[in-house]
Each structure stands twice: as C-alpha cells, then as structure tokens.
C-alpha cells in the first residue's frame, strides 16, 4: 500500500510518497518541501505537491501537524493555515486523511528507527528495551513530549502536551531567569527554556547578570554564535540551556514512568556533544533518592533526516494493524 506522508510545521510542509510493508517500516520516496508561508493553506500545498510529483498521488494521506489534533478546526501556532478534520480529505480530493500530532509522529518514528539511527548519549549500551514507555523529547520552536509505549509486540503512540508544565528553578541563576520570564509571561513552562527561542532569553539573563549590554540576535544567528565556539556568552547559554533540558528530561522520564528517553530533531543534533556531557547528565540523574534508577535509563538521540515523515507513515502503519 502506498499512502503520502505529511510534515507539517510551522515553516515548512514536507510530503513523501510512503509505502507500508506486513513486516518492516515504511519506506519513503522523494521528499518535496515547500514553504507554508508561499500557500495559502494545505490544500494549495498539496496541489503543488501533486504537480511536482508528476502523476496522481495516492488516495490516503498521513498527516503530522504541529500541535493538538482535537476539535472541529486545527490552527497552526506558526501560521495562519487551519485544518478541518471533517473536510480535510474532500479538500484534497482524496479518499481518506489520518491526522496525527507532530510528536506522537515523532514518537512513532523512534519506534521505528535502527539502531545506528539511535545514538548513545548515556546510561547503559544496546537495543532500548521492548517492553515499557520510552519518554521521546526535542527543543525545536517549542518542546515536543510524547510516549511510546511498547507492550507485547505493539506500539502505542501517547501523544502530550509535556512542553507546557511548570518550570521548576533549581539554582540561583535559574531563579533570576525565572523571575524574568515571570515578569513576561506570569506562567513559565519548561519550553519557555528549553527549546530553540529559549536561548535568546538565557543570554539576556546572563548579559544583565554580568552587567553587559543586551544585543538582540535573531534566534538562528545566536545559535551559530553558541555553537560556533567563538562567542563565550552565547556557548554559556547553551550550556544553561543544556543543564535544563536534562532536568526536564528526567523530570518527565519519572513522571512517564519510563524506563528509556529518546531525544530528537535538528537542535538536538547540533548539540550531540553536550548532550553527552555532565552539563545534561548530571541534571538528569540528579532526582534524590532516585537517583540510582536514572542512572539505569538508557539516553538515546534520534537522528533520521525525515523523521516526521516517516513517523507520519509509521504512525499509519501501526494503527492498520489493530
């Protein structure tokens, strides 16, 4: 069976021709991505995504789209494009359309990716374990949490809004950047520092601690700063951002009952090797008395150049066989 996998992000659609198989993951075909700021909604995107691919798409699509898959209108955090579950496959003239959040596509990815696709970042070596939750986690425009539940030969998808629970300071510089986001926001959850707009309120932080002045950067320029290795400031940043992650990656790990964590996407890749520092791991163990359990937990980096892709089409695939 061949279906089309679909991406959709704030910034960017991707769509793939997938096809599905009895006994291994799905395989994907060309990807053509398009700017969602270029169209004026999925369905001009999917017209041009017919076009380009040259002949009739299939007549199934497994969409992934970034944010809550719920109510009769899904809107786009980034954009102004809508999605109307009841219409949607009318819309694009085709006979069926399974919407899925971003994350869990994530998530079901993870379940199916090898395990050179799975890098080692800490905790004990090998395969993750076939039983039991794998809590899945990445920084991107916000932070993305979900589970994945294996049970008995299964993979059960747990979508959540994990990103959005209350940041718990745990030193003293983090108790200053609270209360300045308190200042901005009244409410500060966990991708408020912890994903890729996070760093810029980090380096203000730090800047005002310091007595320097505040230069604003757009967030793609301070990254490069920050892993460029030639702006002290900036790297400093990312460290702290660094330590939180692995604090609010243990934290959800204990509150999933999980016994691995998967981190993914393409911020997380370029910090592979902090991610394997004590700067994460050290925050990540450190839940008192337990302590010694995540210490067991196998830490894992996803890299898969179309995960949301192929988790769109694995995520399909799973559910056809319930």
Same mark, same amino acid.
Request: zero cysteines; hydrophobic letters at 45%.
């Given at each position: 069976?061949?279906?089309?996998?679909v #991406?959709?992000?704030?910034?960017n659609? /991707?769509?793939?021709v997938?096809?599905?198989?009895d006994e291994?993951?799905p395989?994907?075909g @060309?990807?053509?991505?398009?700017?969602?700021?270029?169209?004026?909604?999925?369905?001009?995107?999917?017209?041009?995504?017919?076009?380009?691919?040259g002949?009739a798409?299939p007549? &199934?699509a497994?969409? *992934?789209? @970034?944010g809550?898959?719920?109510?009769?209108?899904?809107?786009?955090?980034?954009?102004?494009?809508?999605?109307?579950?009841?219409?949607v496959a009318?819309?694009?003239g085709?006979e069926? &359309?399974?919407?899925?959040?971003?994350?869990?596509?994530?998530?079901a %990815?993870?379940?199916?990716?090898?395990?050179d696709?799975l &890098?080692?970042?800490?905790?004990?070596?090998?395969?993750?374990?076939?039983?039991?939750v794998?809590t899945v986690?990445?920084p991107?425009?916000?932070l993305?949490v979900?589970?994945?539940?294996?049970? /008995?030969?299964?993979?059960i998808v747990?979508?959540?809004e994990?990103g959005?629970v209350?940041?718990?300071?745990l030193?003293g510089?983090?108790?200053?950047?609270?209360?300045r986001?308190?200042? /901005?926001? !009244?409410?500060?959850?966990v991708?408020?520092i912890?994903?890729?707009?996070?760093? *810029?309120?980090?380096?203000e932080?730090?800047?005002?601690?310091?007595?320097?002045?505040?230069?604003?950067?757009?967030?793609?320029?301070?990254?490069?700063?920050?892993?460029?290795?030639d702006?002290?400031l %900036?790297a400093?940043a990312?460290? !702290?951002?660094t330590?939180?992650?692995?604090a609010? @990656?243990? #934290?959800?790990?204990?509150?999933?009952?999980?016994?691995?964590?998967v981190?993914?996407?393409?911020? %997380?890749?370029r910090?592979e090797a902090?991610?394997?520092s004590?700067?994460?791991?050290d925050?990540?163990?450190?839940k008192?008395?337990?302590e010694? !359990?995540?210490?067991?937990?196998? &830490?894992r980096?996803a890299?898969?150049?179309?995960?949301?892709?192929?988790g769109?089409?694995?995520?399909?695939q799973? #559910?056809?066989r /319930?």
């Amino acid at each position: 069976m061949t279906i089309v996998a679909v #991406d959709l992000g704030g910034t960017n659609a /991707r769509f793939a021709v997938a096809e599905l198989h009895d006994e291994r993951r799905p395989t994907l075909g @060309a990807v053509h991505v398009y700017k969602t700021a270029d169209f004026s909604g999925l369905p001009a995107a999917w017209a041009a995504f017919a076009r380009d691919l040259g002949h009739a798409p299939p007549s &199934v699509a497994s969409i *992934a789209v @970034a944010g809550p898959v719920e109510g009769e209108l899904i809107r786009f955090t980034n954009n102004d494009w809508t999605i109307r579950p009841a219409t949607v496959a009318r819309e694009l003239g085709i006979e069926r &359309v399974a919407l899925y959040n971003d994350f869990a596509a994530m998530a079901a %990815a993870v379940g199916v990716l090898d395990g050179d696709e799975l &890098v080692s970042l800490g905790g004990p070596e090998g395969p993750l374990p076939d039983e039991g939750v794998t809590t899945v986690l990445g920084p991107g425009t916000g932070l993305g949490v979900a589970q994945l539940l294996r049970r /008995r030969g299964r993979r059960i998808v747990l979508p959540t809004e994990g990103g959005h629970v209350d940041f718990a300071a745990l030193d003293g510089f983090e108790e200053t950047l609270l209360a300045r986001l308190r200042a /901005r926001h !009244r409410r500060v959850s966990v991708e408020r520092i912890v994903s890729g707009p996070a760093l *810029a309120a980090i380096h203000e932080t730090l800047a005002m601690i310091d007595g320097r002045a505040i230069v604003p950067r757009d967030d793609a320029a301070l990254w490069q700063a920050a892993t460029g290795g030639d702006d002290p400031l %900036a790297a400093q940043a990312l460290d !702290r951002l660094t330590m939180a992650l692995g604090a609010v @990656a243990g #934290d959800l790990a204990l509150a999933h009952g999980a016994n691995a964590v998967v981190i993914t996407g393409g911020l %997380a890749n370029r910090i592979e090797a902090r991610l394997k520092s004590p700067l994460f791991h050290d925050r990540f163990r450190a839940k008192g008395r337990f302590e010694t !359990r995540m210490a067991q937990l196998p &830490v894992r980096l996803a890299r898969h150049a179309q995960a949301g892709l192929l988790g769109a089409a694995a995520a399909y695939q799973e #559910d056809g066989r /319930r």
